[in-house]
Nanobody
Framework: QVQLVESGGGLVQPGGSLRLSCAAS????????IGWFRQAPGKEREGVSC????????FYADSVKGRFTISRDNAKNTVHLQMNSLKSEDTAVYYC??????????????WGQGTQVTVSS
């Protein structure tokens, strides 16, 4: 059983940056896929990025390519999502999820509680 806790959300101006963190406990993240998802009010949840810890491969939604970077901190059993050049349309609740397997074809069983990101002037 894996527990996930997100942090790092907040209010930022357009063009600004935030770094989200997903801290895992209950198991190491070896051989896991860790995904970041987001859901804006009135919209469906969408996948943002994913990292496969077994081979380090990463995936990004087209809407965030070149602006977001996903990475893993092995020592802290944590996955980060660095978000740069933020836009108002990035406003959403961001969730991390985990399960054994390789991105992008993973049915995630473990989910965090979410962290709010608001991009506004």
């Amino acid at each position: 059983q894996v527990q996930l806790v997100e942090s790092g959300g907040g209010l930022v101006q357009p063009g600004g940056s935030l770094r989200l963190s997903c801290a895992a406990s209950g198991d190491t993240l070896d051989n896991y896929a860790i995904g970041w998802f987001r859901q804006a009010p009135g919209k469906e949840r969408e996948g943002v990025s994913c990292i496969s810890t077994s081979d380090g491969s990463t995936f990004y939604a087209d809407s965030v390519k070149g602006r977001f970077t996903i990475s893993r901190d092995n020592a802290k059993n944590t996955v980060h999502l660095q978000m740069n050049s933020l836009k108002s349309e990035d406003t959403a609740v961001y969730y991390c999820a985990a399960d054994l397997g390789l991105c992008p074809n993973v049915a995630f069983s473990y989910w965090g509680q979410g962290t709010q990101v608001t991009v506004s002037s």
